[in-house]
């Protein structure tokens, strides 16, 4: 069975302290791993898919990267329009091709 | 806006009711999926449907169930309901299988009273 393990549960920074948000993760075979942003009340967000390890995806402050157990969403001088709850998706080569997510982390960065 | 529209946005009802939740994919989108999010639980699959096909089914209690229309919009209806059943309820579409890229919608809450 797929997993996915996010930490931490939740983190504060202040606005420009630069901090990492993980996801482990165990799957019998990667297809793609897929990062997404939540806001209060909304739904998920799409923001990344990573393939292959190594592999490095960027959109403005976040960058993610991916290692063959977990990757990282690296939040780089954050602002407050950045807090949201960020999931981990991971998607198994073969059989339904269903996501499966992670809890996320919640994510409030401070003026 | 994700283009993938669900309504209603917020119900309350009572025990032992039965709700339908309606979805409408982005357009051009052939595949549907349902997910729960609740606090402790995360986001939950539940079922998937694709140009009206069942094609996967996650952990979907048998008091629930879900249909594709020729129009492509979906819906989830929820029968006998329990307390435990208060929650968020995602649909999200994807144009084509296999797809990580999913466009969801904003989310039914479901209270249950």
């Known amino acids: 069975e797929d997993q996915v393990t996010q930490s931490p549960e939740a983190l504060r920074l202040q606005e420009g302290e630069s901090s990492s948000l993980n996801c482990s993760y165990t799957?019998?075979?990667?297809?793609?791993l897929f990062w997404y942003r939540q806001d209060p009340g909304k739904g998920p967000e799409f923001l990344f898919t990573?393939?292959?390890a190594g592999e490095e995806k960027e959109k403005e402050r976040l960058k993610a990267t991916l290692t063959k157990k977990e990757s990282f969403l690296h939040i780089t001088a954050p602002k407050p329009e950045d807090s949201a709850t960020y999931l981990c998706?991971?998607?198994?080569?073969?059989?339904?091709?269903?996501?499966?997510f992670g809890r996320g982390t919640s994510l409030i960065v401070h003026p | 806006d994700s283009g993938v529209t669900q309504t209603p946005k917020h119900l309350i009802t009572a025990t032992g009711q039965r709700v339908t939740l309606r979805c409408s994919p982005r357009?051009?989108?052939?595949?549907v999926y349902w997910y729960q999010q609740s606090l402790d639980q995360g986001l939950q699959f539940l079922i998937q449907?694709?140009?009206?096909?069942?094609?996967a089914k996650g952990n979907i209690l048998e008091r629930f169930s879900a249909q594709q229309f020729p129009d492509l919009h979906s819906e989830l209806n929820l029968s006998s309901l329990e307390l435990g059943d208060s929650a968020l309820y995602f649909c999200?579409?994807?144009?084509?299988?296999?797809?990580?890229?999913?466009?969801f919608g904003e989310g039914s809450r479901l209270t249950v009273l």
């Open positions: 998706a991971v998607q198994a080569r073969g059989g339904s091709y269903i996501p499966t």
């Open positions: 799957v019998s075979g990667l297809r793609g």
């Open positions: 990573l393939y292959s």
């Open positions: 357009s051009g989108d052939l595949s």
């Open positions: 449907y694709y140009n009206g096909e069942e094609r």
């Open positions: 999200a579409s994807a144009p084509a299988i296999p797809s990580g890229e999913l466009f």
